[in-house]
């Protein structure tokens, strides 16, 4: 389990973790269960609220992710 979150864990520069889902982002999405996040290039990140959001992610190759925490 901890290879598996380790291959997925996205460290931002502030030391803040996300969780890859980019796979998985629709089914996570329809679940309600978290909040998604679209990763982009800059270090920044923006709230996923449609599926058409994560349509655009996908077609920009764009990584999708669940907040996770900061590094202690």
Do not use: Q
């Amino acid at each position: 389990m901890e290879d598996l979150f380790k291959s997925s864990a996205i460290v931002m520069e502030d030391g803040f973790v996300f969780m890859d889902v980019t796979d998985k982002a629709k089914e996570v999405f329809s679940s309600g269960l978290f909040e998604l996040y679209v990763l982009h290039g800059d270090d920044s990140e923006s709230l996923i609220e449609s599926y058409a959001d994560i349509n655009d992610a996908l077609e920009y190759g764009l990584k999708i992710a669940i907040e996770v925490g900061h590094l202690k």
